[in-house]
């Protein structure tokens, strides 16, 4: 049998109760009655065998408990005083209900006492110094560290329960949310194709239409627009194939993410146009939303789905988490280089701590879609209760500014 190393405090624990055995024993020589016999070099020994084994008392109980009885027998048959090497078996038998399972405890603690009334007895009626009242202090002996032992080990093994069960739901929501970012970078790419190839397809045809009317300008004109033309082509081949590569890989995280965040249907709408009926589907489904949309300044289309889609994702959030009575209030600036969109609820309705400070797997989605944009988004408890949202996502006016400059050309 490979024999295992002890434990430094058990070790202590045993030391430290020998230190006391050994005291007791010189104080004893002083008080010795005839009917007990004086401690010698073998008693001393029998003390040392006593209290040695509790060194090993978690590594091997089942052993150290019986180690640690024989020795206490054997001094009490021979009639050496109680020391304090007597709580050796104390330990040892709480030690055998904490660290082995309740049948072996049982069995071994069962079997522990009953040697030890059987010895008692013996001495009951063998000699004139046990009382009757040793068979009820002895039974306490073995009952009493006995139910602490099985009441620790109840309370480790819950323990261990709840350190599993933790650890087994911050893998699932790692995974949840692995799946919300995977998800929502599907739905940016199935949109950016929608954006970005509604663009190139305009550039495209403008190419091929400035092409045919420049039939009789420079050579290299024609051979650039016809590059243009070409290259433009080109990238909706390549776009659609990738686009159609990345949604076959990431479908089965956007069936599960939309699985788990389907709690209201809010349609989809691409467009800060949208926002005004998603918030009455908001309250139409029982929370009341205080919008606010201010400014004319343009937006890309990408910016406007990725708003749109914050305000959605938050709403949603709140529908689930902020309780009944609870009221929503959206904010959205548009200003020159900026959108800004802020969504609160007061929460007062709220049921579960836990809820209000996760912020949702699919905020963490849309983190990912705000931050490619090269934007910010922040989520947490708001003040007074409740939860906010808040996004601040880059727009410029790339658009405006060209027909600005192309009117100014003209004007010339």
């Not at 007791?24 to 008080?31: K, L, M, N, R, T």
């Not at 305009?202 to 016809?226: C, F, H, I, P, Y």
């Not at 994702?313 to 959108?339: C, W």
């Amino acid at each position: 049998m490979d024999v295992k190393a002890p434990r430094w405090w058990d070790i202590a624990i045993a030391a430290a109760l020998l230190v006391l055995a050994l005291i007791g024993v010189d104080q004893s020589a002083e008080f010795i009655l005839d009917r007990t016999r004086p401690y010698d070099a073998f008693g001393v020994v029998l003390l040392v065998a006593q209290v040695t084994p509790l060194a090993w008392r978690q590594v091997y109980p089942r052993i150290v408990v019986w180690a640690v009885l024989v020795p206490w027998i054997i001094a009490v048959g021979m009639g050496y005083p109680d020391t304090s090497a007597m709580f050796a078996i104390y330990v040892a038998l709480y030690g055998l209900a904490a660290y082995t399972p309740r049948r072996a405890a049982l069995t071994h603690g069962l079997a522990v006492g009953l040697v030890m009334l059987l010895w008692t007895t013996a001495g009951l009626f063998l000699t004139d110094f046990v009382q009757w009242t040793s068979l009820i202090a002895v039974t306490l002996a073995v009952v009493v560290p006995l139910m602490i032992g099985f009441v620790d080990f109840r309370r480790r093994q819950r323990l261990t329960e709840l350190e599993l069960e933790h650890a087994r739901r911050e893998q699932a929501q790692q995974v949840v949310a692995a799946d919300a970012v995977r998800a929502e970078r599907a739905r940016i790419a199935r949109e950016l194709h929608d954006v970005v190839a509604h663009e190139i397809t305009v550039m495209t045809l403008q190419a091929e239409g400035a092409r045919r009317l420049a039939k009789q300008s420079d050579e290299r004109v024609l051979d650039a627009l016809g590059t243009i033309s070409a290259s433009g082509r080109k990238g909706l081949v390549e776009m659609q194939r990738m686009i159609g590569v990345l949604r076959a890989t990431e479908q089965d995280a956007v069936d599960t993410a939309e699985r788990d965040r389907a709690v209201i249907d809010l349609e989809p709408m691409p467009a800060l146009a949208a926002i005004p009926a998603l918030a009455q589907q908001v309250e139409d489904a029982g929370l009341p939303v205080d919008l606010s949309i201010s400014g004319t300044s343009h937006v890309p289309a990408g910016v406007e789905l990725s708003a749109y889609r914050v305000v959605q994702e938050a709403l949603t959030n709140a529908m689930k988490h902020a309780g009944p009575g609870a009221r929503a209030m959206v904010r959205v600036e548009r200003q020159p280089h900026r959108v800004t969109v802020v969504v609160e609820d007061d929460g007062r309705g709220v049921i579960s701590d836990a809820a209000r400070t996760s912020g949702g797997h699919g905020l963490r989605g849309m983190a990912e879609r705000v931050h490619a944009l090269g934007g910010i988004l922040e989520y947490g408890p708001r003040k007074g209760g409740g939860f906010r949202v808040r996004a601040v996502l880059p727009s410029g006016d790339d658009q405006v500014v060209a027909r600005r400059a192309r009117t100014a050309e003209g004007g010339r």
